[in-house]
């Protein structure tokens, strides 16, 4: 099992920069698959970023893709994002999510696929 804890959030400009951190307890957490999802008020949940236990494969959707950089440091049990040349569409809860897998590039791209979730920071990006 594993803990996770979303830190990092807060208030931007538009065209600024965020990084926000998802630390995970356990000693295992190099075993997990890691994604970020968002989820804005009156909408779904959705995936931002994902990566596979061993930085093999990371995802975007076109929505973020060029702007968000997803990384890890297993030693350190963190998951970062790295969110530059926000947008106020941009603005939503942030959660991190965690998937056990065997597979070391194994990317969940939909809420389902995870079983470990966070508590969230938000995010505000003003005009």
């Known amino acids: 099992q594993v803990q996770l804890v979303e830190s990092g959030g807060g208030l931007v400009q538009a065209g600024g920069s965020l990084r926000l951190s998802c630390t995970a307890s356990g000693r295992t957490f190099s075993s997990y698959a890691v994604g970020w999802f968002r989820q804005a008020p009156g909408k779904e949940r959705e995936i931002v970023a994902a990566?596979?236990?061993?930085?093999?494969?990371?995802y975007y959707p076109d929505s973020v893709k060029g702007r968000f950089t997803i990384s890890r440091d297993n030693a350190k049990n963190t998951v970062y994002l790295q969110m530059n040349t926000l947008k106020p569409e941009d603005t939503a809860g942030y959660y991190c999510?965690?998937?056990?897998?065997?597979?070391?590039?194994?990317?969940?791209?939909?809420?389902?696929?995870?079983?470990?979730w966070g508590q969230g920071t938000q995010v505000t990006v003003s005009s």
């Open positions: 999510a965690a998937k056990w897998s065997t597979l070391g590039n194994y990317v969940g791209l939909q809420v389902p696929a995870y079983d470990y």
């Open positions: 990566i596979s236990r061993n930085s093999g494969r990371t």
